[in-house]
């Protein structure tokens, strides 16, 4: 590529500042992504000269929701609410009607926003200085609030936490880049590139179709350095102007918070050179969707060893009840990983989605992938989830189930050797299809809580309402004349 890419950042190296009196400057005004308390995070906000900081917290849907204030607010211990309603309205701001399972808090209280400090970090795109905290939210008294998308996934990491495991993710990302539409009716296009012509697809692993974009994808790598957020690879898609971004291993709260910071940061590089990027599961009809790959591994805290393998580097026997429980739950939990009407447009036959719940090694027709690895880096890709999903909620139904399997001995069905998608679907097809399947599941409850579920599953009840309010082009075309 003819750009010079950034060096990966680190969170804990950053800017050089000046320091006082010949003394070193402190590690934590250095650092690019977080503090240790609340002095260093006073210090840093000084160092920096920043003058709003962004309280942001991830709603169902994964939208950053919260409050903006100035620094000197932020640091002096102000209390941060948001009404309990914001996690019971749909992705158009509808709230649905109550049942005897999706209930309103009566009085509508408010929730209380506590920042995590490991992510504060800067706003790069911002003219005026700015730095952004992800925050936890919690009731005024502190308790805990289970239905949160943090919160979901925090329950499933202290799961294997109490087993003496600690679970390994790295996501995968695609997207797509389309050109400016403000008509909901017009369907979508590539945009043009530096060609000037708009790129065609069939580009998977294309230098020449990224370097189409080069200058936007110097900003999005230059806005992830400046956060502290690092990308490992990038890479064109198959669709046209579909690209890619595949994260580095690591904690699952904090690639989730990774991912739902890269999307916010993508559409911001999209917008600054007057195109969209979109995560949308299936934004163009004829083509690929976007998927957020998930890869899994498990790793024992005391030894270190990859829970996957055993001491002579075999498959251990939980490797094979992770893949069982995936094999049996993923299914029955795929709304929280395809959430929208248009997820399952994506998961269709012969349109590079899995449609399907078998398991394979390095066989990409499977919804579950054991790639070629060592015995250390034994772990299994979930290729199910699409890029719309909230990576907080993705994450914790994709561990969740894994973790079932284990807790229940689940034994798999053969590794598939053969394309998978040959068969019949064995997926549920549509968005009420997937929410019926959830709620049946008491397994599932057991590890996400009911009240997750009641409140998730009305939520979507509520937005497939809405979706069948809109009539749409096929509709009019072989409708309209016909019958």
């Not at 595949?246 to 699952?252: A, M, S, V």
């Not at 990027?277 to 009809?285: D, E, I, L, V």
Request: charged share 20%; glycine share 8%.
């Amino acid at each position: 590529m003819s750009r010079k890419k950034p060096s990966p950042a680190s969170p804990v190296a950053g800017p050089v500042l000046k320091s006082t009196g010949g003394q070193p400057t402190p590690p934590a005004l250095t650092s690019l992504r977080g503090v240790a308390d609340w002095r260093e995070a006073i210090s840093w906000l000084r160092a920096r000269g920043i003058e709003d900081v962004e309280c942001i917290t991830p709603d169902l849907a994964g939208v950053p929701r919260g409050k903006m204030m100035p620094s000197s607010k932020f640091t002096s211990n102000t209390s941060l609410a948001l009404p309990s309603a914001l996690y019971r309205h749909t992705i158009s701001g509808e709230y649905p009607d109550e049942t005897a399972s999706f209930r309103y808090e009566p009085r509508d209280s408010d929730l209380k926003l506590v920042p995590d400090l490991s992510t504060l970090s800067v706003v790069p795109w911002e003219t005026d200085p700015t730095a952004q905290v992800i925050c936890d939210v919690v009731g005024i008294g502190g308790e805990n609030v289970p239905y949160t998308p943090r919160a979901v996934l925090k329950n499933i990491v202290n799961l294997y936490l109490e087993r003496g495991w600690k679970p390994v993710v790295a996501p995968e990302i695609e997207f797509y880049l389309v050109a400016k539409n403000d008509d909901p009716d017009y369907p979508l296009h590539p945009p043009k590139g530096r060609s000037g012509r708009a790129i065609l697809g069939g580009q998977g692993y294309s230098i020449a179709g990224i370097n189409e974009f080069d200058e936007l994808i110097d900003d999005i790598y230059h806005f992830s350095e400046k956060q502290g957020l690092e990308i490992d690879t990038l890479i064109h898609e198959e669709g046209p102007a579909q690209l890619e971004i595949n994260l580095r291993h690591g904690d699952p709260i904090e690639l989730a918070d990774q991912v739902f910071l890269f999307k916010r940061t993508i559409r911001e590089a999209a917008l600054k050179h007057g195109i969209y990027a979109t995560f949308m599961a299936k934004p163009m009809q004829g083509q690929a969707g976007s998927a957020m790959h998930i890869h899994q591994s498990v790793i024992d805290i005391e030894t270190g060893r990859n829970v996957f393998s055993d001491e002579e580097g075999s498959p251990s026997k939980e490797f094979f009840h992770f893949i069982g429980g995936m094999q049996t739950y993923v299914p029955k939990a795929l709304v929280m990983m395809a959430p929208y009407v248009n997820s399952y447009r994506r998961l269709t036959p012969d349109m590079a989605a899995p449609v399907n719940n078998a398991w394979g090694y390095d066989n990409r027709t499977t919804a579950f992938r054991v790639p070629v690895s060592d015995a250390a880096a034994r772990r299994v890709e979930n290729r199910l989830p699409s890029s719309d999903a909230n990576p907080y909620l993705a994450l914790a139904a994709s561990l969740g189930c894994g973790l079932l399997g284990i807790m229940n001995a689940v034994e798999p069905e053969p590794p598939t050797e053969h394309s998978a998608n040959e068969g019949s679907i064995d997926l549920p097809r549509g968005l009420l299809e997937a929410v019926s399947a959830l709620e049946s599941e008491p397994a599932l409850a057991d590890v996400l809580g009911q009240e997750f579920i009641d409140l998730y599953a009305g939520v979507k009840r509520g937005e497939f309402e809405t979706f069948m309010q809109v009539i749409s082009p096929w509709e009019r075309e072989f409708l309209l004349l016909n019958v």
